[in-house]
Protein backbone atom coordinates (compact mmCIF):
# COMPACT_ATOMS: atom_id res chain seq x y z
CA UNK A 1 0.00 0.00 0.00
CA UNK A 2 2.51 2.31 1.36
CA UNK A 3 4.59 1.93 -2.83
CA UNK A 4 1.10 1.81 -4.49
CA UNK A 5 1.11 5.82 -2.43
CA UNK A 6 4.35 6.16 -3.25
CA UNK A 7 3.92 5.64 -7.37
CA UNK A 8 0.71 7.34 -6.78
CA UNK A 9 2.11 10.92 -5.99
CA UNK A 10 5.23 10.85 -8.10
CA UNK A 11 3.46 10.04 -11.03
CA UNK A 12 3.68 12.46 -14.24
CA UNK A 13 1.18 15.01 -13.83
CA UNK A 14 0.09 14.29 -10.18
CA UNK A 15 1.98 18.08 -8.76
CA UNK A 16 1.40 20.02 -11.95
CA UNK A 17 -0.03 23.17 -11.96
CA UNK A 18 -2.81 24.27 -14.14
CA UNK A 19 -4.21 20.73 -14.18
CA UNK A 20 -6.58 19.91 -11.48
CA UNK A 21 -5.95 16.49 -10.23
CA UNK A 22 -9.12 14.23 -10.18
CA UNK A 23 -10.52 12.04 -7.70
CA UNK A 24 -10.75 7.93 -8.59
CA UNK A 25 -13.45 5.17 -7.31
CA UNK A 26 -12.02 1.78 -6.61
CA UNK A 27 -14.81 -0.77 -7.17
CA UNK A 28 -15.31 -3.92 -5.06
CA UNK A 29 -15.77 -6.20 -6.54
CA UNK A 30 -14.03 -5.04 -9.08
CA UNK A 31 -16.69 -5.72 -11.97
CA UNK A 32 -19.43 -3.23 -13.54
CA UNK A 33 -22.30 -5.58 -13.12
CA UNK A 34 -23.56 -7.34 -10.52
CA UNK A 35 -26.37 -9.99 -9.18
CA UNK A 36 -28.89 -7.58 -7.24
CA UNK A 37 -28.35 -8.03 -3.63
CA UNK A 38 -24.61 -8.34 -4.09
CA UNK A 39 -22.29 -6.65 -1.69
CA UNK A 40 -20.82 -3.89 -3.65
CA UNK A 41 -18.38 -0.98 -2.02
CA UNK A 42 -16.71 2.03 -4.00
CA UNK A 43 -13.81 4.42 -2.03
CA UNK A 44 -13.46 7.75 -2.98
CA UNK A 45 -9.26 8.37 -3.10
CA UNK A 46 -6.83 11.65 -4.22
CA UNK A 47 -3.33 11.92 -4.20
CA UNK A 48 -3.55 11.91 -0.10
CA UNK A 49 -3.76 8.84 1.90
CA UNK A 50 -6.42 8.77 3.22
CA UNK A 51 -8.32 11.50 1.34
CA UNK A 52 -7.82 14.79 3.27
CA UNK A 53 -10.88 17.65 3.34
CA UNK A 54 -14.61 16.68 2.73
CA UNK A 55 -15.66 14.05 0.75
CA UNK A 56 -18.77 14.31 -1.72
CA UNK A 57 -20.64 11.48 -3.39
CA UNK A 58 -23.22 11.90 -6.40
CA UNK A 59 -25.48 9.30 -8.17
CA UNK A 60 -26.63 10.40 -11.30
CA UNK A 61 -25.85 13.89 -11.10
CA UNK A 62 -27.27 14.13 -7.29
CA UNK A 63 -25.50 14.84 -4.48
CA UNK A 64 -26.08 12.09 -1.66
CA UNK A 65 -26.03 12.40 1.76
CA UNK A 66 -22.33 10.79 2.65
CA UNK A 67 -19.10 12.19 3.46
CA UNK A 68 -17.27 8.77 4.33
CA UNK A 69 -14.30 7.66 2.17
CA UNK A 70 -16.16 4.64 1.85
CA UNK A 71 -19.88 3.39 0.75
CA UNK A 72 -21.81 0.89 0.41
CA UNK A 73 -24.19 0.92 -3.10
CA UNK A 74 -27.18 -1.13 -4.21
CA UNK A 75 -28.89 1.11 -7.02
CA UNK A 76 -28.03 0.67 -10.68
CA UNK A 77 -26.48 4.30 -11.55
CA UNK A 78 -23.32 6.96 -12.40
CA UNK A 79 -21.66 7.33 -9.54
CA UNK A 80 -18.59 10.18 -8.97
CA UNK A 81 -17.31 11.34 -6.03
CA UNK A 82 -14.47 14.86 -4.82
CA UNK A 83 -12.38 15.87 -2.20
CA UNK A 84 -11.80 19.10 -1.17
CA UNK A 85 -8.46 18.68 -3.43
CA UNK A 86 -9.42 16.84 -5.88
CA UNK A 87 -11.87 17.77 -9.10
CA UNK A 88 -15.18 15.42 -9.64
CA UNK A 89 -13.63 11.84 -10.79
CA UNK A 90 -14.66 10.11 -14.10
CA UNK A 91 -17.83 8.78 -13.82
CA UNK A 92 -18.33 4.82 -13.15
CA UNK A 93 -21.49 2.69 -13.94
CA UNK A 94 -22.44 -0.12 -11.92
CA UNK A 95 -25.57 -2.05 -12.91
CA UNK A 96 -27.15 -4.03 -10.78
CA UNK A 97 -29.05 -7.13 -12.60
CA UNK A 98 -32.17 -8.98 -11.24
CA UNK A 99 -31.37 -11.91 -15.31
CA UNK A 100 -30.44 -14.98 -14.76
CA UNK A 101 -27.05 -14.65 -17.15
CA UNK A 102 -25.06 -11.72 -17.05
CA UNK A 103 -21.98 -10.66 -18.82
CA UNK A 104 -19.00 -8.73 -16.52
CA UNK A 105 -16.09 -6.56 -17.72
CA UNK A 106 -13.43 -5.52 -14.85
CA UNK A 107 -13.65 -1.80 -13.64
CA UNK A 108 -11.57 0.34 -14.47
CA UNK A 109 -10.13 -0.49 -17.69
CA UNK A 110 -7.95 2.23 -19.04
CA UNK A 111 -7.04 3.11 -22.92
CA UNK A 112 -3.76 1.49 -23.45
CA UNK A 113 -4.21 -1.61 -21.48
CA UNK A 114 -3.25 -5.14 -23.24
CA UNK A 115 -5.88 -6.60 -22.47
CA UNK A 116 -9.12 -7.24 -20.68
CA UNK A 117 -11.33 -10.24 -19.57
CA UNK A 118 -14.36 -10.58 -20.04
CA UNK A 119 -16.59 -13.28 -18.04
CA UNK A 120 -20.05 -14.21 -18.19
CA UNK A 121 -21.67 -15.54 -14.61
CA UNK A 122 -25.16 -17.22 -13.90
CA UNK A 123 -27.55 -16.85 -11.20
CA UNK A 124 -26.40 -20.19 -10.19
CA UNK A 125 -23.52 -20.99 -11.69
CA UNK A 126 -23.00 -24.65 -11.47
CA UNK A 127 -26.25 -25.19 -13.70
CA UNK A 128 -24.81 -23.87 -16.68
CA UNK A 129 -22.82 -25.27 -19.55
CA UNK A 130 -21.66 -24.06 -23.21
CA UNK A 131 -20.89 -19.96 -22.63
CA UNK A 132 -20.11 -18.41 -25.78
CA UNK A 133 -19.10 -14.35 -26.80
CA UNK A 134 -20.54 -12.21 -28.74
CA UNK A 135 -19.60 -8.87 -30.53
CA UNK A 136 -21.91 -6.87 -32.23
CA UNK A 137 -24.11 -10.16 -32.79
CA UNK A 138 -21.20 -11.74 -33.99
CA UNK A 139 -19.86 -14.71 -32.38
CA UNK A 140 -16.26 -13.94 -30.96
CA UNK A 141 -15.07 -17.17 -28.64
CA UNK A 142 -16.50 -20.12 -26.76
CA UNK A 143 -13.99 -19.87 -24.17
CA UNK A 144 -14.60 -18.62 -20.86
CA UNK A 145 -13.29 -16.36 -19.85
CA UNK A 146 -12.87 -14.44 -22.73
CA UNK A 147 -9.35 -12.67 -23.07
CA UNK A 148 -9.49 -9.16 -25.57
CA UNK A 149 -6.39 -8.29 -26.19
CA UNK A 150 -5.89 -5.60 -27.28
CA UNK A 151 -8.34 -3.61 -25.58
CA UNK A 152 -10.63 -2.20 -28.51
CA UNK A 153 -10.88 1.51 -28.28
CA UNK A 154 -14.45 1.44 -30.27
CA UNK A 155 -17.70 1.04 -28.36
CA UNK A 156 -18.98 -2.20 -29.38
CA UNK A 157 -21.85 -3.95 -27.62
CA UNK A 158 -20.37 -7.46 -26.15
CA UNK A 159 -23.47 -10.41 -24.70
CA UNK A 160 -22.82 -13.88 -24.00
CA UNK A 161 -24.94 -17.26 -24.00
CA UNK A 162 -25.34 -20.09 -21.87
CA UNK A 163 -27.13 -23.72 -21.76
CA UNK A 164 -28.79 -23.87 -18.36
CA UNK A 165 -28.87 -27.59 -17.48
CA UNK A 166 -31.54 -29.50 -17.19
CA UNK A 167 -32.72 -32.83 -17.21
CA UNK A 168 -36.43 -32.19 -18.93
CA UNK A 169 -36.15 -29.62 -21.67
CA UNK A 170 -32.07 -27.95 -22.13
CA UNK A 171 -32.61 -24.23 -22.20
CA UNK A 172 -30.62 -21.47 -23.23
CA UNK A 173 -29.92 -17.88 -21.64
CA UNK A 174 -28.36 -14.79 -22.97
CA UNK A 175 -27.02 -12.04 -21.02
CA UNK A 176 -28.17 -7.79 -21.90
CA UNK A 177 -25.73 -6.12 -23.90
CA UNK A 178 -22.11 -4.70 -22.34
CA UNK A 179 -20.17 -1.46 -23.46
CA UNK A 180 -16.71 -1.68 -21.86
CA UNK A 181 -16.16 1.82 -19.82
CA UNK A 182 -12.55 2.52 -21.10
CA UNK A 183 -11.57 5.28 -18.79
CA UNK A 184 -8.77 7.71 -19.78
CA UNK A 185 -4.92 7.01 -18.79
CA UNK A 186 -3.60 10.77 -18.70
CA UNK A 187 -5.35 13.77 -19.88
CA UNK A 188 -5.04 15.92 -22.74
CA UNK A 189 -2.17 18.15 -22.00
CA UNK A 190 -2.24 21.50 -21.81
CA UNK A 191 0.55 23.75 -22.85
CA UNK A 192 1.21 26.85 -21.02
CA UNK A 193 3.47 29.63 -21.40
CA UNK A 194 5.95 31.57 -18.35
CA UNK A 195 5.54 34.26 -18.62
CA UNK A 196 1.99 34.45 -20.29
CA UNK A 197 3.76 37.74 -22.42
CA UNK A 198 7.22 37.29 -23.11
CA UNK A 199 9.22 40.04 -24.18
CA UNK A 200 12.22 39.71 -26.26
CA UNK A 201 15.99 38.66 -24.64
CA UNK A 202 13.72 37.30 -21.32
CA UNK A 203 13.94 33.29 -20.54
CA UNK A 204 10.74 31.30 -21.42
CA UNK A 205 9.18 28.00 -20.07
CA UNK A 206 6.61 25.81 -21.86
CA UNK A 207 5.21 23.11 -19.84
CA UNK A 208 2.67 19.96 -21.42
CA UNK A 209 0.80 19.54 -18.11
CA UNK A 210 -1.69 16.52 -18.25
CA UNK A 211 -3.08 13.99 -15.56
CA UNK A 212 -2.12 10.45 -15.05
CA UNK A 213 -4.67 8.29 -12.80
CA UNK A 214 -3.03 7.11 -10.11
CA UNK A 215 -4.34 3.65 -10.59
CA UNK A 216 -1.64 3.50 -13.35
CA UNK A 217 0.98 5.30 -11.99
CA UNK A 218 3.57 2.92 -13.45
CA UNK A 219 3.07 4.27 -16.91
CA UNK A 220 5.95 6.08 -18.65
CA UNK A 221 5.13 9.04 -20.28
CA UNK A 222 7.43 11.50 -22.47
CA UNK A 223 6.82 14.72 -24.03
CA UNK A 224 7.57 16.86 -27.24
CA UNK A 225 7.09 20.20 -28.34
CA UNK A 226 6.37 21.73 -31.75
CA UNK A 227 6.38 25.26 -33.41
CA UNK A 228 3.99 25.24 -36.13
CA UNK A 229 5.15 22.03 -37.02
CA UNK A 230 8.39 21.46 -36.75
CA UNK A 231 9.59 20.20 -33.10
CA UNK A 232 11.58 22.07 -31.64
CA UNK A 233 13.98 21.75 -28.45
CA UNK A 234 15.82 18.25 -28.21
CA UNK A 235 12.43 16.47 -29.42
CA UNK A 236 10.63 13.57 -26.78
CA UNK A 237 11.62 13.54 -23.45
CA UNK A 238 10.52 12.68 -20.41
CA UNK A 239 10.73 16.24 -19.06
CA UNK A 240 6.95 18.00 -19.44
CA UNK A 241 9.03 21.09 -19.41
CA UNK A 242 11.00 22.81 -22.37
CA UNK A 243 13.06 26.17 -21.18
CA UNK A 244 13.94 28.76 -23.73
CA UNK A 245 17.28 31.18 -22.21
CA UNK A 246 16.30 34.03 -24.27
CA UNK A 247 12.88 34.54 -26.56
CA UNK A 248 13.27 36.67 -29.94
CA UNK A 249 10.93 38.20 -31.66
CA UNK A 250 11.30 36.26 -34.63
CA UNK A 251 10.22 33.51 -32.29
CA UNK A 252 6.92 33.87 -31.85
CA UNK A 253 4.42 31.81 -33.54
CA UNK A 254 1.86 28.70 -32.79
CA UNK A 255 3.23 26.24 -30.30
CA UNK A 256 1.53 22.67 -28.71
CA UNK A 257 2.90 19.92 -27.69
CA UNK A 258 2.19 16.01 -27.44
CA UNK A 259 2.28 13.28 -24.63
CA UNK A 260 2.47 9.59 -25.42
CA UNK A 261 3.22 6.37 -23.48
CA UNK A 262 7.14 4.82 -23.64
CA UNK A 263 5.02 2.25 -25.69
CA UNK A 264 3.50 4.61 -27.83
CA UNK A 265 0.06 3.08 -27.19
CA UNK A 266 -1.56 5.95 -26.07
CA UNK A 267 -0.79 9.66 -28.00
CA UNK A 268 -2.84 12.96 -27.05
CA UNK A 269 -2.07 16.19 -28.15
CA UNK A 270 -2.30 19.64 -26.77
CA UNK A 271 -4.48 22.62 -28.60
CA UNK A 272 -2.14 25.69 -30.12
CA UNK A 273 -0.96 28.47 -28.35
CA UNK A 274 0.07 31.73 -29.94
CA UNK A 275 2.94 33.02 -28.33
CA UNK A 276 3.42 36.36 -29.36
CA UNK A 277 7.02 37.80 -28.34
CA UNK A 278 6.86 41.46 -27.02
CA UNK A 279 10.44 43.66 -28.61
CA UNK A 280 11.32 46.66 -25.55
CA UNK A 281 12.18 49.42 -28.01
CA UNK A 282 15.08 51.32 -27.07
CA UNK A 283 15.11 54.44 -24.90
CA UNK A 284 18.29 56.73 -23.14
CA UNK A 285 20.62 56.17 -26.25
CA UNK A 286 24.45 57.77 -24.45
CA UNK A 287 27.97 58.10 -26.32
CA UNK A 288 30.92 58.11 -23.96
CA UNK A 289 34.49 58.44 -25.16
CA UNK A 290 37.72 57.30 -24.42
CA UNK A 291 40.32 58.70 -23.55
CA UNK A 292 38.08 61.30 -21.73
CA UNK A 293 37.38 64.80 -22.73
CA UNK A 294 40.38 66.51 -22.76
CA UNK A 295 42.77 63.58 -22.34
CA UNK A 296 43.42 62.73 -25.96
CA UNK A 297 46.59 63.25 -28.06
CA UNK A 298 46.66 63.74 -31.46
CA UNK A 299 48.19 60.14 -32.77
CA UNK A 300 46.20 58.18 -30.06
CA UNK A 301 43.17 55.94 -31.03
CA UNK A 302 40.02 57.19 -29.73
CA UNK A 303 37.16 55.00 -28.64
CA UNK A 304 33.21 55.53 -29.01
CA UNK A 305 30.85 53.58 -27.03
CA UNK A 306 27.24 53.70 -28.09
CA UNK A 307 24.66 52.46 -25.09
CA UNK A 308 21.13 51.83 -24.61
CA UNK A 309 19.72 51.29 -21.26
CA UNK A 310 16.75 49.62 -22.31
CA UNK A 311 15.69 47.59 -25.46
CA UNK A 312 15.45 44.22 -27.08
CA UNK A 313 16.41 42.70 -30.18
CA UNK A 314 18.78 43.22 -32.86
CA UNK A 315 19.94 46.62 -32.15
CA UNK A 316 21.50 48.81 -35.01
CA UNK A 317 24.04 51.18 -34.07
CA UNK A 318 25.27 54.02 -35.54
CA UNK A 319 28.21 56.49 -35.12
CA UNK A 320 27.95 60.01 -36.57
CA UNK A 321 30.15 63.42 -36.36
CA UNK A 322 28.37 66.97 -36.89
CA UNK A 323 28.58 68.26 -40.09
CA UNK A 324 28.91 64.73 -41.94
CA UNK A 325 26.23 63.02 -44.39
CA UNK A 326 27.83 59.87 -43.88
CA UNK A 327 27.93 58.30 -40.61
CA UNK A 328 31.22 56.87 -39.08
CA UNK A 329 30.22 53.30 -39.01
CA UNK A 330 27.40 50.82 -38.02
CA UNK A 331 27.21 47.72 -36.30
CA UNK A 332 24.29 45.57 -35.83
CA UNK A 333 24.19 43.16 -32.57
CA UNK A 334 21.81 41.93 -30.13
CA UNK A 335 23.31 43.69 -26.95
CA UNK A 336 22.57 47.34 -25.01
CA UNK A 337 26.08 48.21 -26.64
CA UNK A 338 28.31 48.44 -29.38
CA UNK A 339 32.15 50.42 -29.80
CA UNK A 340 33.14 52.02 -32.60
CA UNK A 341 37.17 52.85 -32.97
CA UNK A 342 38.90 55.58 -34.49
CA UNK A 343 42.72 55.00 -34.84
CA UNK A 344 44.90 57.58 -35.06
CA UNK A 345 42.92 60.80 -34.86
CA UNK A 346 44.38 63.42 -36.73
CA UNK A 347 43.56 67.34 -35.84
CA UNK A 348 40.34 67.12 -38.13
CA UNK A 349 38.78 64.53 -36.46
CA UNK A 350 38.38 67.14 -33.43
CA UNK A 351 34.70 67.85 -33.73
CA UNK A 352 30.94 67.08 -32.00
CA UNK A 353 29.79 63.47 -32.25
CA UNK A 354 26.88 61.26 -31.55
CA UNK A 355 25.13 58.27 -31.93
CA UNK A 356 21.85 56.81 -32.87
CA UNK A 357 20.01 53.83 -31.70
CA UNK A 358 17.29 51.61 -33.75
CA UNK A 359 15.35 48.00 -33.07
CA UNK A 360 12.70 48.75 -36.14
CA UNK A 361 10.55 51.44 -33.48
CA UNK A 362 13.18 54.20 -35.08
CA UNK A 363 16.16 55.65 -34.40
CA UNK A 364 17.04 57.54 -30.81
CA UNK A 365 20.09 59.52 -31.05
CA UNK A 366 21.73 60.57 -28.48
CA UNK A 367 23.00 63.69 -26.51
CA UNK A 368 26.40 65.86 -28.26
CA UNK A 369 29.69 65.10 -27.42
CA UNK A 370 32.74 67.18 -27.73
CA UNK A 371 36.37 65.42 -28.98
CA UNK A 372 38.76 67.69 -28.41
CA UNK A 373 42.48 66.86 -29.31
CA UNK A 374 45.32 67.99 -27.36
CA UNK A 375 48.44 68.37 -30.18
CA UNK A 376 52.09 68.22 -29.18
CA UNK A 377 54.13 71.52 -30.14
CA UNK A 378 56.13 71.41 -33.09
CA UNK A 379 59.41 72.38 -33.30
CA UNK A 380 59.67 76.04 -32.81
CA UNK A 381 61.11 78.56 -35.41
CA UNK A 382 63.65 81.35 -33.67
CA UNK A 383 63.62 84.66 -35.39
CA UNK A 384 65.27 88.11 -34.73
CA UNK A 385 63.97 90.99 -35.34
CA UNK A 386 66.74 93.84 -36.00
CA UNK A 387 66.11 97.96 -36.49
CA UNK A 388 68.66 98.16 -39.00
CA UNK A 389 70.85 95.27 -41.25
CA UNK A 390 73.51 94.34 -38.68
CA UNK A 391 73.15 94.31 -35.11
CA UNK A 392 75.04 96.91 -33.08
CA UNK A 393 76.03 97.35 -29.06
CA UNK A 394 73.29 99.17 -27.68
CA UNK A 395 70.59 97.73 -30.33
CA UNK A 396 67.55 95.98 -28.63
CA UNK A 397 66.88 93.12 -30.66
CA UNK A 398 63.36 91.04 -30.52
CA UNK A 399 64.04 87.48 -30.22
CA UNK A 400 61.00 85.82 -31.52
CA UNK A 401 59.96 82.02 -30.92
CA UNK A 402 56.87 80.31 -32.23
CA UNK A 403 55.49 77.16 -32.90
CA UNK A 404 53.14 76.39 -35.52
CA UNK A 405 51.24 73.79 -33.94
CA UNK A 406 50.39 72.90 -30.61
CA UNK A 407 48.15 73.00 -28.31
CA UNK A 408 47.87 76.33 -25.78
CA UNK A 409 48.96 76.93 -23.36
CA UNK A 410 52.92 76.90 -24.76
CA UNK A 411 55.90 77.48 -22.63
CA UNK A 412 58.95 79.25 -24.35
CA UNK A 413 62.45 79.42 -23.37
CA UNK A 414 65.25 81.47 -24.94
CA UNK A 415 68.76 80.69 -24.82
CA UNK A 416 72.34 82.26 -25.85
CA UNK A 417 74.87 80.04 -26.07
CA UNK A 418 72.74 77.57 -24.47
CA UNK A 419 72.28 79.32 -21.38
CA UNK A 420 68.90 80.31 -20.23
CA UNK A 421 67.77 84.31 -20.96
CA UNK A 422 64.14 83.79 -19.70
CA UNK A 423 61.09 82.10 -20.82
CA UNK A 424 57.83 83.67 -21.35
CA UNK A 425 54.16 81.69 -21.38
CA UNK A 426 51.65 81.72 -24.47
CA UNK A 427 48.30 81.11 -22.92
CA UNK A 428 45.96 81.39 -26.42
CA UNK A 429 49.10 79.60 -28.46
CA UNK A 430 51.13 81.67 -30.83
CA UNK A 431 54.37 82.94 -30.65
CA UNK A 432 56.27 85.05 -27.87
CA UNK A 433 58.89 87.24 -27.84
CA UNK A 434 61.81 88.58 -26.05
CA UNK A 435 63.33 92.09 -26.16
CA UNK A 436 67.59 92.39 -25.20
CA UNK A 437 69.51 94.87 -24.95
CA UNK A 438 73.31 94.19 -27.12
CA UNK A 439 76.14 94.07 -25.41
CA UNK A 440 79.65 92.58 -27.03
CA UNK A 441 78.78 89.14 -24.63
CA UNK A 442 75.79 89.04 -26.21
CA UNK A 443 77.48 87.47 -29.61
CA UNK A 444 77.07 84.13 -30.44
CA UNK A 445 74.51 81.02 -30.68
CA UNK A 446 70.96 81.74 -29.88
CA UNK A 447 68.04 78.93 -30.16
CA UNK A 448 64.39 78.62 -28.11
CA UNK A 449 62.37 75.58 -26.80
CA UNK A 450 58.98 75.33 -26.85
CA UNK A 451 56.91 72.95 -24.09
CA UNK A 452 53.19 72.14 -23.80
CA UNK A 453 52.86 69.43 -21.46
CA UNK A 454 53.08 66.93 -23.95
CA UNK A 455 56.94 67.68 -25.09
CA UNK A 456 59.88 69.61 -25.21
CA UNK A 457 60.91 70.43 -28.78
CA UNK A 458 63.73 72.69 -29.91
CA UNK A 459 64.33 75.25 -32.46
CA UNK A 460 67.19 74.92 -35.29
CA UNK A 461 70.15 77.36 -33.86
CA UNK A 462 70.46 80.80 -35.24
CA UNK A 463 73.89 83.17 -34.78
CA UNK A 464 73.95 86.58 -34.11
CA UNK A 465 77.61 88.41 -35.00
CA UNK A 466 77.46 91.85 -33.09
CA UNK A 467 79.64 95.22 -34.23
CA UNK A 468 80.29 97.72 -31.71
CA UNK A 469 80.04 101.80 -32.43
CA UNK A 470 82.56 103.76 -33.61
CA UNK A 471 84.77 104.19 -30.26
CA UNK A 472 88.19 102.62 -30.16
CA UNK A 473 87.46 101.32 -26.65
CA UNK A 474 84.51 99.23 -27.55
CA UNK A 475 86.50 98.14 -31.12
CA UNK A 476 89.71 97.27 -29.32
CA UNK A 477 87.28 95.32 -27.09
CA UNK A 478 85.72 93.28 -29.53
CA UNK A 479 89.59 93.01 -31.59
CA UNK A 480 90.70 91.48 -28.53
CA UNK A 481 87.98 89.04 -28.32
CA UNK A 482 88.23 87.93 -31.44
CA UNK A 483 91.98 87.28 -31.56
CA UNK A 484 91.69 84.08 -30.53
CA UNK A 485 89.12 82.64 -33.30
CA UNK A 486 91.13 84.12 -35.96
CA UNK A 487 94.73 82.97 -34.76
CA UNK A 488 92.77 79.26 -33.91
CA UNK A 489 91.87 79.16 -37.61
CA UNK A 490 95.60 80.38 -38.81
CA UNK A 491 97.17 77.57 -36.73
CA UNK A 492 94.58 74.61 -37.41
CA UNK A 493 94.56 73.63 -33.81
CA UNK A 494 90.92 72.04 -34.23
CA UNK A 495 91.70 68.70 -33.42
CA UNK A 496 93.41 69.85 -30.47
CA UNK A 497 92.77 71.33 -26.98
CA UNK A 498 93.47 75.51 -27.57
CA UNK A 499 95.58 77.10 -24.88
CA UNK A 500 95.35 81.05 -25.24
CA UNK A 501 97.17 83.60 -22.80
CA UNK A 502 97.02 86.90 -23.65
CA UNK A 503 98.25 90.13 -21.52
CA UNK A 504 97.69 93.89 -21.64
CA UNK A 505 100.13 96.01 -21.23
CA UNK A 506 98.91 98.48 -19.03
CA UNK A 507 100.10 102.05 -17.67
CA UNK A 508 98.61 102.91 -14.65
CA UNK A 509 99.07 106.17 -12.48
CA UNK A 510 98.93 104.11 -9.37
CA UNK A 511 100.92 100.85 -11.09
CA UNK A 512 99.61 97.86 -11.82
CA UNK A 513 97.61 95.14 -9.73
CA UNK A 514 97.59 91.57 -10.30
CA UNK A 515 94.51 89.28 -9.90
CA UNK A 516 95.18 86.31 -8.18
CA UNK A 517 93.32 83.75 -9.72
CA UNK A 518 89.31 82.40 -9.87
CA UNK A 519 88.03 78.85 -9.75
CA UNK A 520 88.63 76.87 -12.63
CA UNK A 521 86.36 74.05 -14.37
CA UNK A 522 86.56 70.93 -15.72
CA UNK A 523 84.85 70.51 -19.52
CA UNK A 524 83.98 66.81 -18.58
CA UNK A 525 81.57 68.48 -16.18
CA UNK A 526 79.40 70.12 -19.40
CA UNK A 527 77.27 67.67 -21.61
CA UNK A 528 74.82 67.88 -24.56
CA UNK A 529 71.72 67.37 -23.38
CA UNK A 530 68.10 65.87 -24.58
CA UNK A 531 65.66 68.04 -26.33
CA UNK A 532 63.06 66.33 -27.10
CA UNK A 533 61.33 64.71 -24.09
CA UNK A 534 57.83 63.53 -23.33
CA UNK A 535 56.05 64.76 -20.65
CA UNK A 536 54.30 62.61 -18.30
CA UNK A 537 52.54 65.05 -16.32
CA UNK A 538 48.69 65.60 -16.11
CA UNK A 539 47.65 66.60 -19.49
CA UNK A 540 44.62 68.28 -17.85
CA UNK A 541 47.20 70.39 -15.62
CA UNK A 542 50.63 70.51 -17.45
CA UNK A 543 53.48 71.20 -16.16
CA UNK A 544 56.27 72.92 -18.15
CA UNK A 545 59.77 71.56 -17.52
CA UNK A 546 62.83 73.96 -18.51
CA UNK A 547 65.37 71.61 -20.99
CA UNK A 548 68.59 71.72 -19.04
CA UNK A 549 70.96 73.98 -20.89
CA UNK A 550 74.58 73.88 -21.00
CA UNK A 551 76.55 76.56 -18.33
CA UNK A 552 78.53 79.10 -20.30
CA UNK A 553 82.45 77.60 -19.58
CA UNK A 554 84.01 80.21 -16.86
CA UNK A 555 87.98 80.78 -17.87
CA UNK A 556 90.40 79.95 -15.75
CA UNK A 557 92.75 82.76 -14.91
CA UNK A 558 95.92 82.37 -14.02
CA UNK A 559 99.08 85.23 -13.34
CA UNK A 560 102.70 84.38 -14.39
CA UNK A 561 105.39 86.28 -13.77
CA UNK A 562 107.58 86.18 -16.79
CA UNK A 563 109.76 89.65 -15.27
CA UNK A 564 107.51 92.49 -16.18
CA UNK A 565 105.24 93.70 -13.14
CA UNK A 566 102.70 95.29 -16.30
CA UNK A 567 102.10 91.74 -17.84
CA UNK A 568 98.87 89.99 -16.78
CA UNK A 569 97.84 86.94 -18.64
CA UNK A 570 95.11 84.79 -18.86
CA UNK A 571 93.69 81.51 -20.12
CA UNK A 572 90.90 82.45 -22.54
CA UNK A 573 89.36 78.92 -23.41
CA UNK A 574 89.99 75.38 -23.51
CA UNK A 575 88.18 74.28 -26.43
CA UNK A 576 88.68 70.42 -27.56
CA UNK A 577 87.57 69.52 -31.08
CA UNK A 578 83.96 68.26 -31.70
CA UNK A 579 85.38 65.10 -32.64
CA UNK A 580 88.40 64.34 -30.48
CA UNK A 581 87.67 62.42 -27.49
CA UNK A 582 89.62 64.75 -24.90
CA UNK A 583 90.99 61.65 -22.66
CA UNK A 584 92.65 60.93 -25.81
CA UNK A 585 94.34 64.56 -25.50
CA UNK A 586 97.98 63.75 -23.78
CA UNK A 587 99.92 66.22 -22.53
CA UNK A 588 102.68 65.08 -24.77
CA UNK A 589 101.79 67.63 -27.27
CA UNK A 590 103.25 70.05 -24.78
CA UNK A 591 106.43 67.86 -23.95
CA UNK A 592 107.69 66.65 -27.17
CA UNK A 593 107.45 69.97 -28.56
CA UNK A 594 108.37 73.18 -27.12
CA UNK A 595 104.75 75.67 -27.82
CA UNK A 596 104.70 78.35 -28.54
CA UNK A 597 101.63 80.71 -26.85
CA UNK A 598 100.65 84.07 -28.78
CA UNK A 599 100.11 87.01 -26.46
CA UNK A 600 98.67 90.57 -27.26
CA UNK A 601 99.88 93.73 -26.34
CA UNK A 602 97.11 96.19 -26.42
CA UNK A 603 98.39 99.69 -26.45
CA UNK A 604 97.74 102.40 -23.85
CA UNK A 605 94.60 103.54 -23.59
CA UNK A 606 93.77 106.69 -20.74
CA UNK A 607 90.75 107.55 -19.26
CA UNK A 608 91.16 111.19 -19.58
CA UNK A 609 89.64 113.47 -22.94
CA UNK A 610 92.72 114.54 -23.99
CA UNK A 611 94.19 110.82 -24.05
CA UNK A 612 91.16 109.43 -25.44
CA UNK A 613 91.09 111.27 -28.41
CA UNK A 614 94.91 110.45 -28.87
CA UNK A 615 93.41 106.77 -28.85
CA UNK A 616 90.94 107.52 -31.52
CA UNK A 617 94.14 109.08 -33.81
CA UNK A 618 96.21 106.12 -33.10
CA UNK A 619 93.03 103.45 -33.90
CA UNK A 620 93.69 104.21 -37.44
CA UNK A 621 97.22 102.98 -37.93
CA UNK A 622 97.74 99.60 -38.87
CA UNK A 623 96.17 96.72 -36.07
CA UNK A 624 99.50 94.98 -36.60
CA UNK A 625 101.24 97.37 -34.47
CA UNK A 626 98.92 97.08 -31.27
CA UNK A 627 100.05 93.56 -31.00
CA UNK A 628 103.52 91.38 -30.21
CA UNK A 629 104.72 88.27 -29.57
CA UNK A 630 106.27 87.25 -26.76
CA UNK A 631 107.96 83.40 -26.31
CA UNK A 632 105.85 81.39 -23.35
CA UNK A 633 107.98 79.96 -20.40
CA UNK A 634 106.88 76.41 -19.25
CA UNK A 635 105.46 77.60 -15.60
CA UNK A 636 102.71 79.48 -17.70
CA UNK A 637 101.83 76.32 -19.71
CA UNK A 638 101.93 74.53 -16.50
CA UNK A 639 99.19 77.07 -15.45
Same mark, same amino acid.
Given at each position: MLLWLLLLILAPGGGQSGVSPKAFLL !??????? *?FQKDRVTLTCRDFHFPAQGDISWYYNGMSL???????????????????????????????????? +??? $?????? &???????? +? @?? @????????????????? +???????? &?? %??????????? *??????????????????? %??? $? +???LFSPPVLTVSPSQPTEGSAVTLKCETWLSPQRSDIQLQFCFFREDKAVGSGWSSDPEL? &??? =????????????????? *??????? !? @??????QRVPVSDVNLEIYPPEGQLIEGQSLLLICSVAKGTGTVTFSWHKEGTVRSLGTKIQRSLSAELWIHTVKEHDAGRYYCAADNIHGPILSKLITVKLRIPVSHPVFTFSLAGAQAVMGDVVELHCEAQRGSPPILYWF?????? %??????? &???? =???NLTLTAEHSGNYSCGADNGLGVQRSEVVTLNITGPSSNKYKASLITVGVPTGLLSILGLAAATAVLVGYFRTQRSSGGHFATG??????????????? @??????????? *?????? !? $?????VYSNVNLGDSNLVYCQIWNTPHAKENSANSPRRHWEDKEPTIIYSELKKAYPDDSTEQDSNRNIDEDATENYENVPCTSSAVDH
Open positions: !LKPPWST *HNKESEEIRIEKTGYYKCKTRRSSLSEPVYVEFSTDW +LIL $QAPYPV &FEGDKEVA +L @RC @RGREEASITEKTFYKDE +LKISSTSP &FI %LNPVPRDNGKY *HCTAKKRNWIIPSKETSKP %LTI $Q +LQEK &FPI =MWSENSGSYWCQAETAT *HSVRKRS !L @RSQIRVYHKNVT %LGNSSAP &FGGG =MSFTPSYSPSEFQEPSWS @RTSNADPQNPK *HSEPPA !L $QEPQP
